[in-house]
DNA sequence: TTCGATGTTCGTCGATCATCGAACGATTCA
DNA sequence: TGAATCGTTCGATGATCGACGAACATCGAA
């Protein structure tokens, strides 16, 4: 049961089916905290290229996976490119605050 | 340069020393979520023994920890006895509205 | 069709983590 | 002093995680 639209395996869960403990855990760790803090700056899309971290290109995949499957962010494919934004409106519908808060408090230093 | 006052190695660290990343790792682990929950529950302190779960002292001795080190929980002594607490006030001064909203995206379920 | 670019997936490695029982240290009580 | 209680620490075990390179799949361009 592979999705038709998108050739590669990249799912979006709906978020009433993502637990908080999740999305803690997704943010719980350096470099994707900096991904979603990046993200939020920007306030719309970003293009996988531009994210450019001291990391590999298969563990940005790999952190990029986990930020999906948590809800956070979201892929669209463009041709061959691809875009990364933030899912922060369905976000805060579920858990309302959350993402507001956490990057306020990441801003504070 | 042990704390005279309790013999146990029990440290409680200054907030302001404590990560963001490091707060929501101890809040990203369903048993101390549970045990934050609990507490946040009885405004105060509850006692050592009364945080019945299924897991051995050892294991909850450790939680307790690690939810110590990143500035969410205090431990009183009071002679053999052990109290937990919330570090709420405190840690709304370092991360505003962090605690109160994870609680309640959390009990919104 | 062939090539290059773009991301994902796979397999692996070392590190970290949750869990447990056992041993330990501190304190109270008899 | 001796025994019991309470909570921490130690050591071991299996699971999970972050990291990487290599292989793969998809798409646009030559």
Redesign the pocket.
């Known amino acids: 049961m592979v999705p038709k639209g ?5 799912e979006h869960p709906a978020l009433s089916e993502v637990d908080l403990v999740t999305v803690l ?1 997704a943010l ?5 905290m900096r991904i979603v803090c990046m993200l939020a700056e920007f306030e719309g899309e970003r ?3 531009d994210i450019d971290l ?13 930020l999906r499957n948590a809800g956070l962010i979201q ?1 669209r ?1 463009e ?5 990364v934004s933030l899912r922060d409106q369905e976000l805060d519908g579920r858990f309302p605050g959350l993402l507001e808060t956490v990057l306020s408090c990441r801003d504070a230093h």
């Open positions: 998108t050739a590669k395996g990249r855990s719980a760790e350096p470099t994707r293009a996988w290229k001291p990391i590999a290109q298969s563990t940005l995949s790999h952190h990029l996976k986990i892929n494919t041709g061959t490119r691809c875009f």
